[in-house]
C-alpha cells in the first residue's frame, strides 16, 4: 500500500480545493472536458511551482464531496483532474497554461499512483480537493 504522506517516499507538490465535484464525459455546454480541465488549470497555475525537471513519476489522491442523490460515478472523477496537467492534452486544448504540463503523457509511464475516496454530503459545498506528489527516485524504483 501507499502512503502518500511518507516524505521519504513523496513529495507533495499541489494541494488544490475546488468548489465543485464533477466528473468527466458530461456533455451539457459549459461542462465539457476541455472547460473542466481549463477550469482545474486556471485554479492550480495560481499554486503549482514551476520546475519539475527529471521528475519521471507522479502520485495523485483525490476527496470528492457530492451533495445530492443524482448518479455519480467515483472512478469518472480523476480523468479530468488527470489529463489538466498533462503536456499532450494541454497542446491539444490549446490551453493557455502551458506551464502546468507536469508529464508528457497520462500513461502508466508517469502516473503510478491515484487514490479516490469520495463521500456525500448533505447541506455543504460540493468539493474536491486534488493533492499530487512527486515519486521520489528511490520510491519509483522499488
Known sequence: MWDLDDQSQYKKV???????AA????????HGDRDKRERIRERAVQLLPAGFQGV?????RIVV?????????IENVA???IDAFCTRQIQSDHSKYTTLGLYPDDSLDHVVVL???GSRVVGKE???RVEIFV??????AG
Open 65 to 73: 464531496s457530492k451533495g445530492g442523490r443524482r448518479r455519480f460515478d
Open 126 to 128: 460540493e468539493t474536491t
Open 115 to 117: 487514490e479516490v475516496a
Open 135 to 140: 515519486v521520489r527516485r528511490e520510491a519509483a
Open 56 to 60: 519521471e513519476k507522479w502520485a495523485f
Open 79 to 81: 480523468k479530468p483532474i
Open 23 to 30: 466528473t468527466w464525459a458530461d456533455i451539457r455546454p459549459g
Open 14 to 20: 499541489l494541494d488544490l480545493q475546488l468548489p465543485w
